[in-house]
């Protein structure tokens, strides 16, 4: 079964979300505090596969738990609820782990949509579910291993999500291309995504966060300033140097 761990604590939004999760074949574990969401995590030994995490609740808030939960798990996937209002709040779950957020008021296709989106790349981490057994992606000092979708830099190994994972194998893939923000969503969300760039934007500062230096003087994700950004380490190869090392 397709695990979904639910932390809402309005109990009307609760029952909508866990009804039409379980109508498009979810097993829906839900609770009403962050306390027992935890609980729960340690309950199915991190058997979870998608959380879905309200921001405002009493005691530890959704933020402090989405952070938590990204600790114990890279492959999770980490979706909040919120309202519009909640825009600082929206940023800072993204920069903490989360995957996507959802705005209250959302109809059920919109859940569903974002949640099967979000699903779709944690089964990609699943044993036995990838098709390139072994094959790797060099670029640089970093290499991408296409079956357990991991991340190294000069061997050593990085903790990326699966979005992030995502976002650089695109990269790497265009190596040297300037890549809008548009086919970047696209690409990484789906066309049929319901949110706003900016959702790309604040990934693309994690990843740098992760891989760069100096992430406020990024050299392998270059900006493009009003229009996206562009993956520079075939550059900086020719050039004969990797953040002022010769290689």
Same mark, same amino acid.
């Given at each position: 079964?397709?695990?979904?761990?639910?932390?809402?604590?309005?109990?009307?939004?609760?029952?909508?979300?866990?009804?039409?999760?379980?109508?498009?074949?979810?097993?829906?574990?839900?609770?009403?505090?962050?306390?027992?969401?935890?609980?729960?995590?340690?309950?199915?030994?991190?058997?979870?596969?998608?959380?879905?995490?309200?921001?405002?609740?009493?005691?530890?808030?959704?933020?402090?738990?989405?952070?938590?939960?990204?600790?114990?798990?890279?492959?999770?996937?980490?979706?909040?609820?919120?309202?519009?209002?909640?825009?600082?709040?929206?940023?800072?779950?993204?920069?903490?782990?989360?995957?996507?957020?959802?705005?209250?008021?959302?109809?059920?296709?919109?859940?569903?949509?974002?949640? *099967?989106?979000?699903?779709?790349?944690?089964?990609?981490?699943?044993?036995?579910?990838?098709?390139? *057994?072994?094959?790797?992606?060099?670029?640089?000092?970093?290499?991408?291993?296409?079956?357990?979708?991991?991340?190294?830099?000069?061997?050593?190994?990085?903790?990326?999500?699966?979005?992030?994972?995502?976002?650089?194998?695109?990269?790497?893939?265009?190596?040297?291309?300037?890549?809008?923000?548009?086919?970047?969503?696209?690409?990484?969300?789906?066309? *049929?995504?319901?949110?706003?760039?900016?959702?790309?934007?604040?990934?693309?500062?994690?990843?740098?966060?992760?891989?760069?230096?100096?992430?406020?003087?990024?050299?392998?994700?270059?900006?493009?300033?009003?229009?996206?950004?562009?993956?520079?380490? *075939?550059?900086?190869?020719?050039?004969?140097?990797?953040?002022?090392?010769?290689?």
């Amino acid at each position: 079964m397709k695990r979904i761990l639910v932390c809402e604590d309005e109990d009307a939004i609760r029952d909508f979300v866990v009804i039409n999760l379980k109508r498009s074949g979810y097993d829906v574990v839900d609770v009403s505090n962050a306390a027992d969401a935890m609980d729960a995590y340690v309950h199915y030994g991190g058997m979870i596969d998608v959380a879905l995490l309200d921001i405002m609740m009493p005691g530890m808030d959704g933020s402090e738990l989405c952070r938590w939960l990204r600790q114990k798990s890279s492959t999770m996937g980490i979706i909040m609820l919120s309202a519009k209002s909640q825009e600082v709040d929206k940023i800072r779950c993204l920069t903490q782990g989360a995957d996507d957020y959802v705005t209250k008021p959302f109809s059920p296709s919109e859940l569903v949509a974002r949640v *099967d989106a979000v699903y779709r790349r944690v089964a990609l981490t699943v044993p036995g579910k990838a098709t390139d *057994d072994g094959k790797t992606i060099v670029s640089g000092p970093f290499t991408l291993n296409l079956k357990n979708r991991t991340l190294h830099r000069n061997g050593v190994p990085v903790e990326i999500t699966q979005v992030e994972y995502q976002l650089l194998e695109y990269f790497i893939e265009n190596s040297g291309s300037a890549l809008d923000r548009k086919s970047i969503l696209n690409h990484i969300w789906g066309e *049929d995504y319901f949110g706003d760039l900016k959702i790309v934007d604040v990934n693309i500062r994690r990843l740098r966060m992760k891989i760069e230096q100096d992430p406020s003087s990024p050299r392998y994700i270059a900006t493009i300033w009003g229009y996206g950004y562009k993956w520079c380490v *075939d550059e900086l190869a020719a050039a004969g140097e990797f953040n002022g090392e010769q290689v």
